[in-house]
């Protein structure tokens, strides 16, 4: 069940290590509308504070991919994480609405900064043949921790809100020295060519990036709408809250389950195929929600799309890594990011807005289509998407025999 996990290099299993600690202490988030209610703030001004989050999370990712590469990958890990569990702090004490906004923005900004090194890192720390197993291993870590933080956060928040954001402090501080002590500290980004600034402009320039960024955004933000389609179709049902707490507890357990038995099955298959196929489920699986009104047939839904969830693994950040030159891996990182981030916005602001004004079965109808024509999409990229792969291997190798040449002599 975990054969493809074994041999991968320490870095890897540190990586997975702290993002669980992390994971486990994302808490804060999930529950923040009812802290917010408990500080007396209306629903209007709800919409200030997590407007705040979102604006983050757009900002932080592309903060990160330059940092990583003109400063280090381990430097911004933690200071994401340094900032991450000040800013708990921040939000916690914020004294009214404009500082509890701008505590917010600080939160997302700080913890959206810590992914895209740490992808950046992981690259750099295995062959390219290994790469996805290496990133579904961090994935997998992902899904451990939150759901982790679900089942504990539910118990903290009886107990008082402030339990809440002292472990997520703590979580955050924990895998900044989890970094520093065992994490080497990752190379900078080679220069870039001439005439390539440190910007984003090598990921604006970049033709495959700008092909394959907007196909796998549809795909997020099909994923991300069972953050609100899914709680929208059960609430309109007339079914208890508690059964949104069931599937997301089904979502968990499914996918922490068979998220290892995935990769291990799957090892030998083309990446792309395999995307291909779980981004269907996916959609699939989020449009026949618009056919679900019981506990029963939510169930199989949430049952189809987390078998996708968990045979996608992490497909999208090693091919996007796999296509990264190697001075901005940092920064095809951070544009990955700020895509899933923005994905999720949309999902989340446009996704509601057209299930609540123009009806529940156009969001299905598009996750049907657009969720199955977008992987298809990508499927027809792979040719460019080897060759650019194949490339860059070459070139590394040139590379890394020229310095031992150099180093004989």
Request: with cysteine.
């Amino acid at each position: 069940m975990f054969s493809s996990y074994k041999g991968l290099p320490r870095t890897a299993w540190v990586i997975f290590g702290g993002v669980i600690v992390n994971r486990l202490g994302f808490m804060v988030v999930p529950f923040l509308v009812y802290y917010l209610g408990s500080r007396d703030v209306s629903t209007s001004q709800v919409t200030y504070v997590l407007g705040c989050l979102g604006i983050g999370t757009l900002v932080g990712p592309l903060l990160s991919g330059v940092l990583a590469d003109s400063w280090g990958r381990r430097s911004t890990m933690v200071t994401g994480l340094l900032g991450t569990a000040v800013a708990h702090g921040l939000l916690y004490a914020a004294p009214n609405l404009v500082t509890l906004a701008l505590a917010a923005a600080v939160l997302s900004v700080c913890g959206t900064m810590v992914s895209p090194s740490a992808n950046a890192l992981l690259a750099e720390s295995v062959d390219a043949e290994r790469r996805r197993n290496a990133f579904s291993l961090v994935y997998w870590a992902v899904n451990i921790g939150s759901a982790g933080a679900g089942i504990l956060g539910g118990f903290l928040a009886e107990n008082g809100y402030w339990l809440l954001f002292l472990v997520d402090a703590c979580s955050s501080l924990a895998f900044a020295v989890i970094a520093v002590c065992l994490l080497p500290a990752g190379k900078r980004s080679a220069p870039a060519p001439a005439g390539q600034g440190g910007g984003y402009g090598v990921v604006l320039r970049d033709p495959l990036m700008r092909a394959l960024l907007p196909l796998f955004g549809v795909t997020l933000a099909i994923y991300s709408l069972t953050e609100a389609g899914l709680p929208l179709a059960i609430r309109d049902d007339g079914l208890s809250p508690k059964v949104l707490g069931v599937m997301a507890t089904l979502n968990a357990v499914l996918v922490v389950v068979l998220q290892p038995l995935a990769t291990t099955v799957l090892a030998k298959a083309r990446p792309l195929l395999v995307y291909t196929f779980a981004a269907g489920l996916i959609a699939v699986g989020v449009a026949l929600t618009g056919f679900a009104d019981s506990m029963w047939s939510y169930g199989v839904t949430v049952a189809v799309w987390s078998l996708g969830e968990a045979a996608i693994g992490g497909i999208h950040s090693a091919t996007v890594q796999s296509i990264a030159p190697e001075h901005a891996r940092g920064r095809y990182q951070g544009a990955f990011q700020w895509l899933w981030g923005s994905s999720r916005f949309v999902a989340l602001t446009a996704g509601t807005a057209v299930y609540a004004h123009a009806g529940p079965e156009y969001v299905w109808w598009f996750c049907a289509v657009a969720g199955v024509l977008a992987p298809l999409g990508v499927l027809a990229l792979s040719p460019a998407i080897d060759r650019r792969t194949a490339e860059i291997e070459n070139e590394k190798k040139e590379t890394d025999e020229g310095a031992a040449a150099v180093a004989s002599d």
